[in-house]
């Protein structure tokens, strides 16, 4: 990265007479800085966070950015008690959705004229294969076949199949990541044209599908032009759609609901206003064409404006420009800089427009944020977010034109004072992106249950929200540990609640009392140190682990409830319970907890179970324990429909003791009926009782942990049963073997073409060619003879011969 010859422009700090609960890292000043909101009562906190761009499904890549943003919002709120209005926009039209949603109108119709796979259909996804070859893998011959691919694709590209870059001993980057999404796509297509003739409905479906890729760019760039962009349904068919599957998605990451959402499309008028302003300012010029570009140079001339001030480095990067201005941005010849950007775009042939002073046209992609943010939260912001990728030139070029919007000629305008950017998202290595097809989507991985929403949220707590995270094997087993720490530790603190401990004598308190007040400092001090949560959930950890090893005995119950309550309000502070408030005083995390309908009977047969277990081992279930045990827990005759399995559960087991007491059954048959309760009937109910030496079994749910060792230990013993049977069966078949060969009399046992003349007793003395047998082998031979001769005797007498 290269050095800015610029210097850092000062920041100005927010002003107020209030002490700043925490410090953030701040974009803008690339350091921590005091939080200081721009209300004077310190409590108002204004924030705009950039929101999807809806053309297709959101990834893994994206949950990071959002659910990383909820966690911040969360702690903010939650635990520093800010007052916060957050909004978020949804993009609903830019040169992606343009091109994306074209295209697909386009493919529909050209799907429609062609019901069925005809020759013209193979002649345009031949040409179309033909043109995305040329275009996005030049190394590979111009009139390639597709049965030529994969040897060509070997030989021209097999460097970066191999993983390595193109050329050289680099390693792979972007670049060849981009080469890799191109090859996987003409692979398919290519495989899609070889395919023998298409008759049935699944194989014309799976021609679309391996050519649709490189039928979507054919086709736009011979109709796109000629589309009615006056119809906006072409792309907003598109958007709701997938603006709808972005709003299924994070609710099913727990992330909460933006205060206000904003849309592009909705925003015409204002954003034509906004850029009339800018226009008017001096801060942007129009061109020929209608389209109107924001002046870097006329805005640096004003004191105290500064261009590129998230990542200056980046200001003459042109790839970066570039792809801000977007694909179907056409290069001006009359742009005053090349650093110059679209504010707003005259609209080709096939594009949407909208009314402005300069012509139709369409909002350029950076000013929409500027000015719906303007527009509900006024001329400055406290917070400004996104990914680590809209520094620039998204972010810097927002806060020109905002700044150019809302400064005056006196000086310049502060329009964000902290901007917030979240670090990408990496698996092995590789950042996830649309552009390159290479992510899992977040109903993919959550379906498939790679992930759910806590388990995922809890990764991102674990790394810094301003680092890059790569997932790793190591970090997936730090994140199912912790999980599995909190869960086991509300396990217990549920059964406390059950059953409290009466013989508590509370001389550990103090200790466990010191760690819980150095716990609660630590993270008070990590989440105002920039909403350190690694070090927040070290010291949850190490809290709980200290709790584990103290002596249960001599810890009071109340001080251990406080000890949860706490940890309940940090956990759900980061959205790691769902919707639960992290006010309501309560204990716990879902999933710990048996259904409600459940737990008046469980914990009566729980009891009982007990109980009989504790006299069956002891030796002391007589008739009369028996009773007394079984008339604690009377059924009424009837419950709630969602009781009933529980219910009966219960009446079995109480029939069942009472059976086993008729019949005067040992004690070995108490407890495998107790055996049977806790591995069959409730486990079938989704409910375990975890046996524990000189107390009470613990009542706890099946979990995916109980389920995995439970898997584990069948798999065992079904291999030890296999592994038994085999040694069963090959001892059978070698003793059915033995006594076969029993059957036969020593004399005939070798007259067979190996040889030509024998003994009296049958033992061969020629071989087949007349000579002598050896004497060595005949001596083999003889003791042969002597087994056989043993066999074939045992034989007769089991005979009775």
Same mark, same amino acid.
């Given at each position: 990265?290269?050095?800015?010859?610029?210097?850092?422009?000062?920041?100005?700090?927010?002003?107020?007479?209030?002490? @700043?609960?925490?410090?953030?890292? /701040?974009?803008?000043?690339?350091?921590? *800085?005091?939080?200081?909101?721009?209300?004077?009562?310190?409590?108002?906190?204004?924030?705009? #966070?950039?929101?999807?761009t809806v053309y297709d499904d959101a990834h893994l890549g994206h949950a990071r950015n959002y659910v990383t943003i909820d966690i911040l919002r969360r702690v903010m709120a939650d635990y520093f008690n800010y007052d916060l209005k957050f909004v978020q926009n949804?993009?609903?039209?830019?040169?992606?959705?343009?091109?994306?949603?074209?295209?697909?109108?386009?493919?529909?119709?050209?799907?429609?004229?062609?019901?069925?796979?005809?020759? %013209?259909?193979?002649?345009?996804?031949?040409?179309?294969?033909?043109?995305?070859?040329?275009? /996005?893998?030049?190394?590979?011959?111009?009139?390639?076949?597709?049965?030529?691919?994969?040897?060509?694709?070997?030989?021209?590209?097999?460097?970066?199949?191999?993983?390595?870059?193109?050329?050289?001993?680099?390693?792979?980057?972007?670049?060849?990541? +981009?080469?890799?999404?191109?090859?996987?796509?003409?692979?398919?297509?290519?495989?899609?044209?070889?395919? @023998? &003739?298409?008759?049935?409905?699944?194989?014309?479906?799976?021609?679309?599908?391996?050519?649709?890729?490189?039928?979507?760019?054919?086709?736009?760039?011979?109709?796109?032009?000629?589309?009615?962009?006056?119809?906006?349904?072409?792309?907003?068919?598109?958007?709701?759609?997938?603006?709808?599957?972005?709003?299924?998605?994070?609710?099913?990451?727990?992330?909460?609901?933006?205060?206000?959402?904003?849309?592009?499309?909705?925003?015409?008028?204002?954003?034509?206003?906004?850029?009339?302003?800018?226009?008017?300012?001096?801060?942007?010029?129009?061109?020929?064409?209608? #389209?109107?570009?924001?002046?870097?140079?006329?805005?640096?001339?004003?004191?105290?404006?500064?261009?590129?001030?998230?990542?200056?480095?980046?200001?003459?990067?042109?790839?970066?420009?570039?792809?801000?201005?977007?694909?179907?941005?056409?290069?001006?010849?009359?742009?005053?800089?090349?650093?110059?950007?679209?504010?707003?775009?005259?609209?080709?042939?096939?594009?949407?427009?909208?009314?402005?002073?300069?012509?139709?046209?369409?909002?350029?992609?950076?000013?929409?944020?500027?000015?719906?943010?303007?527009?509900?939260?006024?001329?400055?912001?406290?917070?400004?977010?996104?990914?680590?990728?809209?520094?620039?030139?998204?972010?810097?070029?927002?806060?020109?034109?905002?700044?150019?919007?809302?400064?005056?000629?006196?000086?310049?305008?502060?329009?964000?004072?902290?901007?917030?950017?979240?670090?990408? $998202?990496?698996?092995?290595?590789?950042?996830?992106?649309?552009?390159l097809k290479n992510f899992t989507t977040i109903r993919e991985a959550l379906a498939r249950g790679d992930w759910t929403a806590r388990s995922l949220r809890i990764i991102f707590l674990l790394g810094g929200w301003h680092d890059g995270v790569e997932i790793t094997?190591? $970090?997936?087993?730090?994140?199912?540990?912790?999980? +599995?720490?909190?869960? *086991?530790?509300?396990?217990?603190?549920?059964?406390? %609640?059950?059953?409290? *401990?009466?013989?508590?004598?509370?001389?550990?308190?103090?200790?466990?009392?010191?760690?819980?007040? #150095?716990?609660?400092?630590?993270?008070?001090?990590?989440?105002?140190?920039?909403?350190?949560?690694?070090?927040?959930?070290?010291?949850?950890?190490?809290?709980?682990?200290?709790?584990?090893?103290?002596?249960?005995?001599?810890?009071? /119950?109340?001080?251990?409830?406080?000890?949860?309550?706490? =940890?309940?309000?940090?956990?759900?502070?980061?959205?790691?319970?769902? #919707?639960?408030?992290?006010?309501?005083?309560?204990?716990?995390?879902?999933? =710990?907890?048996?259904?409600?309908?459940?737990?008046?009977?469980?914990?009566?047969?729980?009891?009982?179970?007990?109980?009989?277990?504790?006299?069956?081992?002891?030796?002391?279930?007589?008739?009369?324990?028996?009773?007394?045990?079984?008339?604690?827990?009377?059924?009424?005759?009837?419950?709630?429909?969602?009781?009933?399995?529980?219910?009966?559960?219960?009446?079995?087991?109480?029939?069942?003791?009472?059976?086993?007491?008729?019949?005067?059954?040992?004690?070995?048959?108490?407890?495998?009926?107790?055996?049977?309760?806790?591995?069959?009937?409730?486990?079938?109910?989704?409910?375990?009782? &975890?046996?524990?030496? /000189?107390?009470?079994?613990?009542?706890? @749910?099946?979990?995916?942990?109980?389920?995995?060792?439970?898997?584990?230990?069948?798999?065992?013993?079904?291999?030890?049963?296999?592994?038994?049977?085999?040694?069963?069966?090959?001892?059978?078949?070698?003793?059915?073997?033995?006594?076969?060969?029993?059957?036969?009399?020593?004399?005939?046992?070798?007259?067979?073409?190996?040889?030509?003349?024998?003994?009296?007793?049958?033992?061969?003395?020629?071989?087949?060619?007349?000579?002598?047998?050896?004497?060595?082998?005949?001596?083999?031979?003889?003791?042969?003879?002597?087994?056989?001769?043993? $066999?074939?005797?045992?034989?007769?007498?089991?005979?009775?011969?």
């Amino acid at each position: 990265m290269a050095a800015s010859t610029r210097t850092q422009p000062p920041w100005k700090e927010p002003q107020s007479t209030v002490s @700043p609960k925490l410090k953030v890292w /701040n974009s803008l000043t690339r350091t921590k *800085n005091d939080f200081i909101p721009i209300d004077g009562q310190g409590k108002k906190v204004t924030w705009y #966070s950039c929101g999807p761009t809806v053309y297709d499904d959101a990834h893994l890549g994206h949950a990071r950015n959002y659910v990383t943003i909820d966690i911040l919002r969360r702690v903010m709120a939650d635990y520093f008690n800010y007052d916060l209005k957050f909004v978020q926009n949804v993009t609903d039209v830019d040169d992606k959705i343009i091109l994306r949603g074209r295209q697909q109108h386009l493919l529909s119709e050209f799907k429609a004229k062609n019901p069925t796979l005809s020759q %013209e259909v193979f002649d345009t996804a031949t040409k179309a294969f033909d043109a995305y070859v040329q275009k /996005n893998l030049p190394l590979l011959k111009a009139d390639l076949k597709p049965e030529e691919f994969q040897t060509q694709s070997k030989e021209k590209y097999g460097h970066v199949i191999a993983g390595k870059a193109l050329e050289g001993d680099a390693p792979a980057s972007d670049k060849e990541a +981009k080469i890799k999404m191109h090859l996987k796509t003409v692979a398919s297509a290519a495989t899609a044209l070889m395919a @023998p &003739e298409k008759a049935t409905e699944e194989e014309v479906e799976e021609f679309w599908t391996g050519t649709e890729d490189v039928l979507l760019p054919y086709l736009d760039s011979l109709y796109g032009s000629s589309i009615d962009a006056a119809d906006h349904s072409i792309f907003t068919k598109l958007t709701k759609k997938y603006e709808g599957r972005f709003n299924e998605d994070m609710k099913s990451l727990n992330v909460l609901e933006p205060d206000v959402v904003t849309r592009v499309t909705e925003y015409g008028p204002q954003i034509v206003e906004f850029v009339g302003k800018i226009v008017a300012n001096n801060y942007a010029y129009q061109t020929s064409d209608g #389209s109107v570009y924001f002046d870097i140079e006329a805005f640096e001339k004003t004191p105290g404006n500064h261009y590129a001030r998230l990542e200056p480095w980046n200001r003459t990067n042109q790839d970066l420009v570039a792809d801000g201005e977007g694909a179907l941005t056409k290069k001006s010849t009359e742009k005053r800089s090349e650093a110059d950007f679209a504010l707003w775009k005259s609209s080709k042939p096939g594009e949407p427009a909208w009314p402005s002073p300069w012509g139709p046209g369409r909002p350029g992609w950076h000013i929409e944020c500027s000015a719906m943010a303007s527009d509900v939260l006024g001329e400055q912001v406290d917070i400004h977010s996104g990914g680590i990728d809209l520094c620039f030139p998204h972010h810097d070029n927002e806060l020109a034109q905002s700044e150019g919007y809302w400064c005056n000629k006196e000086g310049g305008h502060q329009w964000v004072n902290y901007f917030m950017h979240m670090g990408h $998202l990496s698996i092995s290595g590789s950042k996830m992106s649309k552009s390159l097809k290479n992510f899992t989507t977040i109903r993919e991985a959550l379906a498939r249950g790679d992930w759910t929403a806590r388990s995922l949220r809890i990764i991102f707590l674990l790394g810094g929200w301003h680092d890059g995270v790569e997932i790793t094997d190591e $970090l997936r087993k730090a994140g199912s540990s912790f999980e +599995k720490t909190i869960t *086991n530790f509300f396990y217990k603190v549920r059964d406390l %609640e059950a059953h409290p *401990n009466t013989t508590s004598t509370g001389t550990e308190d103090a200790k466990l009392r010191a760690e819980f007040e #150095s716990a609660q400092t630590t993270v008070h001090n990590a989440l105002a140190d920039s909403f350190d949560t690694p070090t927040a959930l070290r010291a949850i950890s190490k809290l709980i682990t200290e709790y584990n090893s103290a002596d249960k005995v001599g810890l009071s /119950n109340d001080l251990i409830f406080d000890v949860a309550r706490w =940890i309940t309000r940090i956990i759900r502070t980061f959205g790691l319970d769902g #919707s639960a408030s992290p006010h309501d005083n309560t204990i716990g995390w879902s999933g =710990i907890d048996i259904p409600a309908a459940s737990k008046d009977f469980v914990y009566a047969v729980s009891r009982e179970r007990d109980a009989v277990r504790q006299h069956a081992i002891a030796g002391s279930l007589t008739d009369d324990v028996l009773n007394s045990i079984i008339a604690k827990d009377t059924l009424e005759k009837q419950q709630d429909a969602a009781a009933v399995p529980y219910a009966e559960v219960l009446s079995s087991f109480q029939g069942s003791l009472k059976r086993l007491a008729e019949k005067k059954a040992p004690a070995k048959e108490y407890l495998a009926l107790c055996d049977k309760l806790r591995d069959l009937d409730l486990w079938d109910l989704g409910i375990y009782l &975890e046996d524990r030496e /000189n107390a009470p079994a613990m009542v706890r @749910p099946v979990d995916a942990e109980l389920k995995a060792a439970r898997e584990q230990r069948d798999l065992i013993a079904k291999q030890k049963r296999e592994a038994k049977e085999k040694r069963e069966r090959e001892e059978a078949e070698r003793k059915a073997k033995l006594a076969e060969q029993a059957k036969v009399k020593p004399q005939e046992m070798f007259r067979t073409e190996e040889f030509s003349a024998w003994d009296e007793d049958g033992i061969p003395v020629k071989d087949r060619e007349g000579a002598d047998v050896p004497k060595s082998r005949g001596k083999k031979l003889r003791k042969e003879w002597e087994r056989q001769r043993k $066999l074939y005797e045992e034989y007769l007498k089991t005979a009775g011969q």
